[in-house]
């Protein structure tokens, strides 16, 4: 896709502007595709419909009202996933319902490959008229350069989100745990391609901050933060772990003060747009997440618990928007930081 119509399918569809509320954002203003979504409101990588890839989305939920979709990361071949069981509790739904508020899940990236997402997934996501970003994790830091190379001639989305959450071949250790590797990833992906790139942060590292310098400095247009946490529950009957792996990634509200302190802290560091991801289940959590230095918010496990949660906290965002007499989403970004120039 050239240049021109890359810009084309950037721009929001519908523009937000319900009632007076200014909503846009520009998740990649420094970027000359830039990233201009009508409103703040995502969907995570991975809780896109029960398969990631919008498995169980109707025709009624119309994705173009959204900020943006991340379908599920895909890898550069095929991967099958973690042994069952995959997510503890078994049902999201039944668990919130019953106030049982501890989400684990240990997928495991199951997805079809790239060149199989390329050539038969991707070119679908332009018929939902919505913002899209491709995400996609690698093992060795020359992959996430041809897998750079590979997306710059996808079609269907607009941005990409890497997922820094994976292992390095060579040691074993997340990407996202280290600075000089993220950096390495980032630029590699850079290298081979112009379109705007977030780079999605791990929570559990002694010191994000660098980490997300060094991420900015290679060329990340926008931060995600963040990804799960690494967590296990035991069966105390079985006395076996819940999940097949063993371990897995916590989500859903016990991760979210834990992600608000980061995205907190990365905002007053560096100066690119922050998406803020983590527990986000009604419009005050998203509010919270923008006034601690959020550009966009995603929603994940909501998701799970109910496939129309982006919109009803689109709705409910606007709704404490207009009763708190705030118009303007760009001046309530980082609204903590009183008396600063956000
Ligand atoms: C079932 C499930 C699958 C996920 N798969 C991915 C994935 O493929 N890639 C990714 O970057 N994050 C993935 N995530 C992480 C989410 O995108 C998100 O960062 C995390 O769940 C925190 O948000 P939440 O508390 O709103 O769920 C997954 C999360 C869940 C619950």
């Known amino acids: 896709m050239n240049q021109a119509s890359r810009q084309m399918v950037s ?6 502007s319900a009632q007076g509320l200014d909503l846009s954002v520009d998740l990649a203003p420094s970027n000359p595709h ?30 173009g009202q959204l900020g943006a979709v991340v ?8 991967l099958e996933g973690n042994p069952e069981p995959r997510w503890y509790p078994q049902s999201y739904r039944e668990a919130w319902d019953a106030g049982d508020l501890l989400f684990l899940n240990a997928i495991g990236l199951t997805n079809p490959g790239i060149e199989a997402a390329l050539r038969d997934v991707t070119p679908g996501w332009s018929r939902w008229n919505a913002t899209v970003l491709f995400s996609f994790a690698s093992d060795s830091v020359e992959q996430f350069g041809q897998m750079a ?13 890497l997922n820094l959450s994976c292992p390095n071949v060579e040691d074993g250790s997340l990407f996202g745990y280290s600075a000089s590797l993220t950096a390495q990833a980032v630029a590699a992906v850079r290298a081979n391609t112009d379109l705007p790139i977030l780079a999605k942060l791990a929570p559990n590292v002694p010191n994000i901050t660098e980490i997300a310098h060094a991420a900015v ?9 963040c990804n799960t946490i690494p967590a296990m529950r035991i069966d105390t009957q079985s006395r076996q772990p819940v ?3 063993i371990t897995g990634g916590l989500s859903g509200p016990g991760l979210r003060p834990i992600s ?35 550009s966009a918010v995603q929603i994940g496990s909501a998701n799970l618990v109910g496939l129309s949660a982006p919109w009803r906290i689109l709705s409910e965002l ?3 928007m207009r009763r708190s007499g705030d118009f303007s989403l760009k001046e309530l970004i980082g609204g903590t930081r009183q008396g600063t120039d956000v």
């Open 34 to 63: 830039h990233l201009r979504l009508a409103n703040p409101v995502m969907i995570a990588s991975g809780t896109f419909g029960y398969d990631g890839y919008g498995r169980g989305i109707t025709e009624d939920m119309d994705l």
């Open 71 to 78: 379908p599920k990361t895909v890898t550069r071949l095929p």
């Open 149 to 161: 190379a590979m997306a710059h001639q996808g079609t269907g989305f607009q941005g990409i989100e």
């Open 318 to 320: 606007q709704d404490w």
């Open 11 to 16: 721009q929001p569809n519908k523009p937000e």
């Open 243 to 245: 999940l097949g792996n």
């Open 260 to 294: 608000l302190a980061l995205v907190h802290q990365v905002s007053n560091e560096v100066d690119v747009p922050i998406i803020g991801v983590g527990g986000i289940f009604s419009g005050e959590d998203a509010a919270e997440y923008i006034l601690a230095g959020a």
């Open 217 to 225: 400095d290679a060329g990340a247009d926008a931060l995600t933060i």
